[in-house]
């Protein structure tokens, strides 16, 4: 009996008896445990104060830096993920100022690009640009609150006010139920945008492929993105005579122009005098841009109505093109450059300074000639949304001019017409170009990144975040100034 308690002291690791010399390493092991886990809870104790810092700095910034921090928090992560050796296929190189370029473009929703999306991105890499692409139409915040509120949880009063600031809406009543409708309708559109290009590339891919190339191109087409993984920069040129791939399209791109709150004013309302003002003004501008660019193009190039009407539906900042956009003449540059410009409608994935913003000040004009009050639909447009048209003009103007001055520094060998082709697609978000994107150097991809990032925000938000200050009370007294 003494032998056998001695030999069950000896083998401690086959039952619960322990010897002296086990227990004591036992009491080491324990030891080092504690020390591991106190150097753990040391570096949590370092992190966690910088980090609530950080939450607390970014919980005190206004709505609109808030906003502009989430862009550029996306625009980082999405060029670390495309930087990843599962996005990049094999043999393709992807340097570190390419997968910004991609994922500015496409959380900007533009669409220009500096390497072949099809040729470099695996299909990882491919359904990252994807979401980049959903993440930047939808809006950082939108999408934010769509995930808490799949969550369960309810949306507090700082989460609507950024709703209100992102989507550029006058109250911030009813916000979640606009986030619940607009989700919703971006999924509906783009499955029926996803079904209805799978028939046309189903005839010249296997259907799996085609698949993932329906569905990349409806979130693309939809949310105003030019990307395309059809590879060879060849972007739809291919199906320049498909009808309907070519109608598909363009639906995709009116609706995602027009804006969710038109789109939903039509769906309630479904009578044009029953809409908004501003419903009015959209549809009427969109109609007007959409007949005047479609004529100036076949006027002006040796392609087919249907090549017209797609390149005007196109330039109003979606960025597809069915023909090469390098071979258009000067005029038919010039139109497609005062297209991009003005852009898409307020609320939309388009860019621009909107359509909404040209019809105010056209108007503007008018009332001024014939002195009268700026007005429309037998409604009086605000003098303060006059005011923020022209405010929104002049930046837009500036951003552009400085941006093709700098551009033709950095570039002198292109002319001076495809810098400002350029220049004007990245800041409309477009995504049309002469050709000249990836053969850019890194200081003018740093210059089209930063435009791109400008003209997703709005340059108005972008000078507000350092510029704005509250009203004073104080006022100077007023004097008149001579003009024109």
Known sequence: ?????????????????TTKEGSSRGKINSKEGHNLHDGHNGRLCFFMPFFRKSLNYIKGQPPGRIIAMGFAFVI??????????????????????????????????????AIDTAEHFTVFGRTVVALLIQIGGLGVTSVGVGFILVAGKRIGLKGRTLVREAM????SKGMV????????????????????????????????????????????????????????????????????LNLTTSGLIIFGGLGFLVILDILRNRSFRKLTLHSKIVITMSLILLAVGTLSLKATEDITWLGAFFQSVSARTAGFSTYPIGSFTDDGLFILILLMFVGASPGSTGGGIKTSTLFVMIQAARGAAANQYAGAFKRKIPEVVISKAFIITFLSCTV???????????????????????????????????????????????????IMFIGRLGPLTIASLWAFKTTANARFTEESVTIG
């Open 177 to 244: 139920r606009l986030v619940k409708n607009i989700l919703l309708m971006t999924l509906c559109f783009e499955g029926a945008g996803a079904v209805l290009s799978f028939l046309v590339f189903v005839r010249d891919y296997p259907p799996l492929e085609a698949l993932g190339i329906s569905l990349f191109h409806s979130v693309a087409a939809f949310n105003n993105s030019g990307f395309d993984i059809l590879g060879g920069l060849r972007n739809l040129i291919p199906y320049q005579s498909n009808v309907l």
């Open 76 to 113: 980082l992560t999405g060029a670390l993920l495309l930087m990843l050796p599962c996005s990049v296929r094999e043999g393709a190189q992807v340097t570190f100022i390419d997968a910004l370029f991609t994922s500015t473009s496409a959380v900007c929703v533009t669409g220009l690009i």
């Open 168 to 171: 550029n809406v006058n109250t």
């Open 1 to 17: 009996m003494q032998k056998e308690k001695t030999d069950m002291e000896e083998e401690p690791d086959t039952g619960q008896i």
């Open 400 to 450: 552009v001019c400085m941006g093709t001055f700098v551009m033709c520094l950095l570039e002198p060998h292109y002319s001076f017409l495809q810098l400002l082709f350029e220049v004007t697609s990245a800041f409309g978000t477009v995504g049309l170009s002469t050709g000249i994107t990836p053969d850019l150097g890194i200081p003018g991809k740093l210059v089209i990144i930063l």
